[in-house]
């Protein structure tokens, strides 16, 4: 299966660039903080799809499909992190990215367990 035909990878890769966006923003204290650890948790969701795809069957592609929902809910705790410590507002496109990431993960995870 190749993933980048694949939209939960195509859209994820368009969260890291809105992360990317936003982290731009960050104090330059937190270079080696936050900013390092919020783009390494949006990096890790399509590259953990990309790993999926690239393996033998459907069960070990389900394990990465958990993987990469797991670095969107760590990624999701350090944009709350970010906005309650005031280095970014809340942001309407990445909280819809999120949740889209997230549902497509979860339907296409659904989907591979079905069949």
Request: aromatic share 10%; hydrophobic share 40%.
């Amino acid at each position: 299966m190749n993933h980048k035909e694949l939209d939960v990878w195509k859209k994820s890769m368009d969260l890291v660039e809105q992360v990317y966006t936003i982290s731009y923003l960050f104090p330059d204290t937190e270079k080696f903080g936050l900013t390092s650890q919020i783009r390494r948790a949006a990096v890790s969701v399509p590259s953990n799809i990309a790993e999926g795809a690239g393996r033998k069957g459907d069960k070990e592609f389900i394990q990465f499909l958990h993987i990469a929902l797991g670095s969107l809910s760590e990624l999701d705790t350090q944009y709350l992190i970010a906005v309650r410590l005031g280095f970014i507002e809340k942001n309407e496109i990445f909280e819809d990215l999120t949740n889209d990431v997230k549902r497509l993960i979860i339907g296409f995870r659904n989907y591979l367990s079905n069949k």
